[in-house]
């Protein structure tokens, strides 16, 4: 069942070296253009890296060269007002994706398109794993990936054959997650220290990279302080204003 295979995702970050056809990959692909799209305006591009040098520069800017090199696939996705500002200047007009909506809109956009390729190649005994490390240098990889104004890189995707199994992380609790009605601040009181519990338990008891922590401190650690504020100047520079 498509729940079982959901609730099943692992990320993988090890693989078999069996590359991947063309044919394959454009098959998940055309799956994952069949999402859900805001206005149908679909403000999505990937980029699909083979060049062999190219993935290694990708992997050095991403800091991720374990998972892009070893891949059977390796996928870039993008937001992309470009295409939608061609499509406009061929019947005479012109757009204006200067707003935060639009960057809203072609993040969605993205994101959606980008979990229906994982589900599809999941679906097909692959194992994925984003790579939001290609945040880390997004003008390094624009440039390296040729990618013009209107058009900025959000994150990667890994995708092959496993040659290792994860064991799935604890999800939060659903009743953390669902809220009937209005927000209750009050639960997380109960929740969360339970969760802890779960998640410490679980870093514990894995089968590899074991570590004593609880959910609540990495959240902490992790959030402490703004990641990744070169973000805001590179979009703008690609013509997402925030306005």
């Known amino acids: 069942?498509?729940?079982?295979l959901l609730s099943a995702h692992a990320s993988v970050r090890k693989y078999k070296d069996i590359t991947l056809s063309k044919e394959e990959v454009l098959e998940l692909i055309r799956a994952g253009q069949h999402a859900a799209s805001s206005h149908f305006v679909q403000a999505y591009s990937v980029i699909y890296v083979t060049d062999v040098e190219k993935r290694k520069k990708l992997a050095e800017f991403a800091k991720n060269?374990?998972?892009?090199?070893?891949?059977?696939?390796?996928?870039?996705?993008?937001?992309?007002y470009c295409r939608l500002k061609k499509a406009a200047n061929l019947v005479g007009k012109d757009i204006d994706f200067s707003s935060a909506e639009s960057v809203l809109v072609g993040s969605i956009d993205?994101?959606?398109?980008a979990q229906n390729v994982a589900i599809a190649a999941e679906s097909k005994g692959y194992g994925i794993c984003y790579i939001g490390g290609v945040r880390n240098a997004p003008e390094e990889i624009s440039e390296l990936l040729s990618l013009p104004n209107g058009v900025a890189p959000l994150f990667a995707m890994t995708?092959?054959?496993?040659?290792?199994?994860?064991?799935?992380?604890?999800?939060?609790?659903?009743?953390?997650?669902?809220?009937?009605?209005?927000?209750?601040?009050?639960?997380?009181?109960?929740?969360?220290?339970?969760?802890?519990?779960t998640m410490n338990d679980y870093y514990l008891s894995r089968g590899s990279n074991r570590k004593d922590a609880a959910w609540s401190d990495s959240m902490a650690d992790f959030l402490e302080v703004p990641r990744r504020t070169?973000?805001?100047?590179?979009?703008?520079?690609?013509?997402?204003?925030?306005?």
């Open 110 to 113: 993205v994101a959606l398109f």
């Open 230 to 243: 070169h973000m805001k100047d590179f979009l703008k520079k690609q013509g997402f204003e925030f306005n």
């Open 159 to 197: 995708i092959g054959v496993p040659d290792e199994a994860n064991e799935v992380k604890p999800r939060l609790p659903v009743e953390a997650i669902i809220h009937e009605n209005s927000y209750n601040t009050d639960k997380y009181d109960e929740l969360i220290p339970k969760y802890d519990e």
């Open 1 to 4: 069942m498509v729940i079982d």
């Open 65 to 80: 060269p374990q998972q892009i090199l070893s891949a059977g696939a390796v996928l870039v996705f993008c937001a992309d």
